[in-house]
């Protein structure tokens, strides 16, 4: 027996039920796209973060203010400033790990230019803050420790405060902004950086000088968090522990004390958040796998059905020479082909539903060569399983009771 | 044991369904020879034990006991798939609801022995089919579905079907129960002219007038065969057909 002829019967019986392999297709067609889509998610984000922490540098260690305990009563992390720019100038002399401190202080403000105006993050910094958080300068010049001793009203801007303010494609350098009422001079345009891994615009900025930021515009003498660089990402774990006991020493914190501040390096954020996206990822594509095996179920129901809807073609076919084995083949070719099929335009409406979430959800999804061969394999897989049984169903019949089955 | 112009010889064949605590003889030690050329008519009333025994000898059904050689072979011996190609290769079979496959053309219904026939190659498969259903008289109608088909123009397309394999004996089954008498006859003119060509035609019936036009009839009654006779005034469908009433022509041509 030929197996091309038994290809050519599979195709003449499928080609009579278009209807019905169409939605058997449909449920493989779902199956897969989901799969690939949803990894393409998963994949994509996991990506995107991983991105978003080598561009914010790798060895950014983040110093913020801790709980305190108050008479007895603890508050939550961040709830109390406890941080100073003396911690920081300390950390910057006496940690031997760390190349570059910068206390940060931060406050959001509405920017006017001319005729415009915008509502954006002021943060103020030293000049070391713009290498430690691998920041570029596009055009103009950075500030310089002179600026910073003389709390000079001068800032750089980021691309969205720029576009914003003077327009596309206009250079700001030189012209002045008045934040809060006073007049800053920009000096300089930092280079685009996109979104961050949540969404945030890195563009939207105005950084000035720390002394400017917190004595023209803040009172008080804590700091919103100190940014600072190991000299390795090696260095890392001996730049927290050394900064931990720096800083206790600082805040004159006794042995049953626990630390008023938090140290994380930048490794440590995309750790979480890499696990939660590797969760995520996980749980779509097993939520796309239940669909797919649900296509499959689909697949045998209808071939079980259709072995007993053809139990009298089946009959017929035997009378004049098919062999168990010939039937049990056009069944099978037949399954297999639906989800062969099926898994193919599955995986071109997947790549479809990924592009469209990339492009109108604005969600970073990248379509791995891994994933889409999983998807047609276990597709394919899928076809040849649920296939079996309603074929084997079909092979064992009888010729004579096929024949007179009604 | 088998002489060389025996086509078909059964000895002592029986065939018993076990319906619960009680046993059903469908066939009682049925001993028969047809020769090469045959055209016999097996005849009996319901329940006698005719179609079980035409399906036996065409390989469908199994006997319990006995002895059965088609063409000098013991098909008793034979396994499934020996079966199923001994079937493809020699036996052509007709029913009487047709049995041919719907929502496919008459060409693709009749190709389908040779399809489970590996040797033969798409073009000669076409050419024979078309050939077989030209022998019919359905030249004009390949690409035909069977519900564009009148009934006797559906028994035909299932004899060319039978006919495309060559093979060495025909087996109908009640091939004119569902047909008026015009179509009826027109089934047994190319009998006559296929049994002409010498192939062996082994057809139940028990329409008395249409077992005239075979050569032989077999009365079977409760699972035995009861008489055997060499048909005394054969009819001949050439010389029929024009004699039937003229109206039967005009609702069969539509």
Known sequence: MKLLNLIKIASRSLRKNKMRVFLTMLGIIIGVASVISMLAIGEGSRQNIEASVSSLGTNTVMIYPGSVNQGGVRMGAGSYSTLTQKDADVLATRCEYLTEVSPVVMRSSQVIAGSQNWHTMVVGGYNSYISIRSLKIESGNLFSSGDQRNAAKVCVIGQTVSTNLFGEGTDPVGQFIRINSIPFRVIGLLEKKGQNTFGQDQDDIIIAPFSTVQKRMLSGMYVNNILASSRSEGDMENAKEQVTEILRLQHKLGQEDEDDFTVRSQADIANVFGSISKVLTILLASIASISLLVGGIGIMNIMLVSVTERTREIGIRMAVGAKSRDVLFQFMIESVFISFIGGLIGILFGILVSQLVARFGGWPVVITASSVLLSFAFSAIVGIFFGWYPARKAAGLNPIDALRYE | ?254
């Open chain 2, 1 to 254: 044991m088998t002489t060389t112009n025996n086509l078909i010889s059964v000895k002592n064949l029986s065939k018993v369904y076990e319906m619960g605590d009680f046993e059903v003889h469908a066939l009682r030690d049925v001993t028969l020879e047809i020769q090469k050329g045959s055209f016999v008519a097996v005849m009996g009333p319901s329940g006698s034990g005719k179609s079980t025994f035409m399906n036996i000898l065409g390989c469908l059904d199994n006997p319990t006991s006995g002895e059965y050689y088609l063409d000098g072979i013991d098909v008793l011996k034979l396994d499934k798939n020996e079966l199923a190609t001994l079937r493809n290769n020699k036996i052509g079979f007709i029913f009487q609801s047709f049995n041919i496959l719907p929502r496919t053309s008459a060409l693709e219904n009749v190709e389908l022995p040779l399809l489970y026939n590996g040797k033969i190659n798409a073009k000669e498969r076409t050419e024979r089919a078309s050939e077989a259903l030209r022998s019919v008289g359905l030249a004009d109608r390949l690409h035909y579905l069977p519900s564009q088909l009148s009934g006797g123009q559906q028994q035909r397309v299932a004899i060319a079907r039978a006919l495309v394999n060559n093979p060495l004996i025909i087996m109908a089954d009640e091939p004119t129960g569902n047909l008026d008498t015009h179509a009826s006859y027109e089934i047994m003119d190319i009998f006559q002219q296929l049994n002409g060509k010498g192939i062996t035609i082994l057809m139940v019936t028990h329409e008395p007038d249409i077992a005239d036009f075979a050569l032989s009839n077999i009365l079977f009654r409760d699972g035995q065969i009861i008489s055997n006779e060499t048909v005394q005034n054969r009819k001949l469908a050439k010389e029929e057909l024009p004699k039937l009433p003229s109206i039967k022509m005009e609702v069969t041509a539509k």
